[in-house]
């Protein structure tokens, strides 16, 4: 396994890298505004699903066939911007309640999990990043590359959780002021659907 020397410069890097601004934390402070610091939480939980999905593509190799195919870039890059579209869609035509006022608890648990999931996982950028990435820490002589991979991914993982969950608490707490006003909630919603759009459209600029 990696040094620990090693792990804990990997860990303040990623910890910079999450505070960041990025698609992904700003995907979760939106939410958070909008919904509240569970939501926001929730949102995180899928993101860091994608995340342990994305760390196995590279360290199963998977991800240098995919950064080798324009085709398979091109495809899941335009799934993500019309997911992302279509939340916009959702956010700029909903009421002043949060969209998922509607759904039942678990359901709308489930769907916000999903939701985290689904934009992490239809970001290209991100399997990318990570094939890029922690290949850079693995130490040739600390064994397998794949284990040292799975260990990064699972550190990378883990300061995401912590500074996109911080992001999340903040949010959240500053939205709950927010959303006590009607008038709020639907600037609230109808500033998610510009935000969503944006990454839409900067999802759709992106190249390899």
Avoid at 42 to 58: F, I, P, Y
Avoid at 74 to 84: I, M, R
Avoid at 174 to 187: D, E
């Amino acid at each position: 396994m990696p040094s620990l020397q090693t792990t804990l410069a990997f860990l303040g890097v990623a910890l910079v890298l999450g505070f960041t601004p990025g698609p992904d934390n700003l995907f979760v402070l939106m939410q958070s505004i909008a919904r509240g610091r569970r939501a926001g939480l929730l949102v995180v939980a899928g993101l860091c699903c994608g995340l342990c999905a994305h760390t196995a593509a590279v360290a199963c190799g998977l991800a240098a066939v995919f950064a080798a195919s324009a085709t398979a870039f091109t495809v899941l890059k335009f799934a993500g911007a019309a997911y992302l579209g279509w939340l916009a869609w959702q956010a700029l035509r909903a009421p002043a309640g949060d969209l998922d006022d509607a759904a039942p608890p678990a359901l709308a648990a489930r769907a916000l999990v999903l939701r985290g999931f689904t934009m992490n996982l239809t970001n290209p950028k991100v399997l990318l990043f990570f094939l890029a990435f922690l290949p850079q820490f693995v130490e040739p002589a600390a064994g397998p590359v794949a284990a040292q991979v799975a260990w990064f991914g699972l550190c990378f993982i883990a300061a995401t959780l912590l500074s996109f969950g911080c992001i999340a608490l903040l949010a959240g707490a500053i939205g709950g002021w927010l959303r006590r006003s009607a008038r709020a909630r639907v600037a609230l919603n109808r500033l998610c659907g510009v935000v969503f759009a944006g990454l839409a459209l900067r999802l759709l600029a992106a190249s390899r």
